[in-house]
């Protein structure tokens, strides 16, 4: 199976904290998947290689012979995927705003019926908790719902080195299984997810709406 890691930050942190934070949390992440679950395939989607635009517009609002080319190879790899693993800091209790924006370009279409996990981190103790909340909802509308298992690293400057390997004072092994516990759920759910996608199409069930919202409308 196929596996999407979002890394969701774009922004140099100020000093004492290193820069992008989030990217120790997202190599050892999959640092850990590609030990452990070696038969599957990861690829690391960063939130940095997708620049904003000035007026939003999400992929699936142009035409397809003019959606940028970027766009249209990261929906395809979102359409292909088995399932996908978020990693967000938090801001203002919420989840990064740079995550949101780029996942926003693209419909459920592309994500229902495939599960997601959960990663958050922070500098402080509490390991973007508040951030995991809100994500849960926003993953939920997308129709990848997140596993019930979830992955905090607080103060992860503190934890992991720039290259995403565990400093001197902490136990690899440890952190391994206390990920694992999110990826093997997230693993268990998209093998089951791929087989009943292969019985039975959902998308032949319950048809997107695409010509008018009141489509899902109730009578």
Known sequence: MKFLVFLGTIRDSTPPKPARLGERVAKSCLECLNERYSEHEFELIDALDFPSEDVFKPHFAYAKSQAPEHLTALADKISQADGYIMVSPEYNHSMSPALADLLNHFGS???SYKPSAIVTYSAGQWGGLRA???LRTFL????CLPVS???HVPKAQERLNNDGSTCESEDKKSWFNYYSRTF????????????QTKRVDPHSMLKSFKT???ERNAP
């Open 109 to 111: 279409s592309l994500f």
């Open 132 to 134: 995991a909340i809100s």
């Open 140 to 143: 939920s509308e997308l129709g």
């Open 149 to 151: 298992a979830m992955i």
């Open 184 to 195: 093997s759920q997230l693993m268990w759910w998209a093998q089951a997810c791929s087989q």
């Open 212 to 214: 008018d919202p009141s």
